[in-house]
């Protein structure tokens, strides 16, 4: 079975700083796939990002950047120069490659910006 | 961007009535979810669905939910006889492909589900 941990339930800083959400998974398959997922206030579950895991290559998108390590088996997602915008609940998520295909997600980090 | 549909947005419904949650997929995908999510918890799976028949359920989709892709585009969950416990966001999502593919689920804009 596979388990996601974002032990950070909620997390509030102000405009300008940087924010590291933490996600910590579990899973026997040596092959799989992890994403990050934004809901908004408006409700919505927008892909952000996926990472494969035999790619440890870290990635950056403008403000976001993802630091994957398999060692720790964590994926952590920083937000740097934070912005009103980024308010809401971060997910992150694993799917195992071969067995099924669900996606097991984590319990949310609610992120709020302070202006 | 191609996106995933879901009808209505808001569904109020009393307890013991059947419910269909309405879901149109990206046209070229072929592997369809749906998920749900309480108020303040996380998003769990309900069930995929491939090739006109479930590839996989969870433990929450017992004999009360059912899945249909009844034409070309749509996609549906019912609920038999819904319960209070069964009030939650209901998401639908698809993909190009499944199992062995980092393609990312996309997902609707959900439908919240509201059980009186």
């Not at chain 2, 059912?66 to 209070?84: Q, W, Y």
Request: charge should be negative; hydrophobic fraction near 35%.
């Amino acid at each position: 079975a596979q388990k996601v941990t974002q032990a950070q339930t909620e997390i509030s800083v102000v405009e300008k700083e940087d924010v590291t959400l933490d996600c910590v998974y579990e899973t026997r398959d040596t092959t799989y796939y992890l994403f990050w997922y934004k809901q908004p206030p408006s409700g919505e579950l927008v892909f952000l990002i996926r990472r494969n895991s035999f790619d440890e290559q870290n990635e950056i998108s403008g403000r976001y950047s993802w630091n994957f390590q398999k060692s720790t088996s964590s994926f952590n997602f920083t937000i740097t120069a934070s912005q009103v915008v980024d308010s809401a609940v971060y997910f992150c998520a694993l799917r195992v490659v071969f067995g099924n295909e669900k996606l097991t997600f984590g319990t949310g980090t609610r992120l709020t910006i302070i202006p | 961007e191609p996106e995933v549909t879901q009808t209505p947005s808001h569904q109020v419904t009393q307890m013991g009535q059947e419910v269909i949650l309405r879901c149109v997929p990206i046209s070229n995908h072929l592997y369809f979810y749906w998920y749900r999510q309480i108020l303040g918890q996380k998003v769990e799976f309900l069930v995929s669905f491939y090739n006109n028949e479930i590839s996989e359920k969870s433990e929450i989709f017992d004999d009360q939910f059912s899945v249909e892709r009844p034409d070309g585009s749509n996609f549906t969950l019912k609920i038999r006889s819904t319960k209070l416990e069964d009030s939650a966001m209901y998401f639908c999502a698809s993909t190009l492909r499944g199992r062995a593919d980092n393609q990312p689920q996309h997902f609707g804009d959900g439908t919240r589900l509201s059980i009186l």
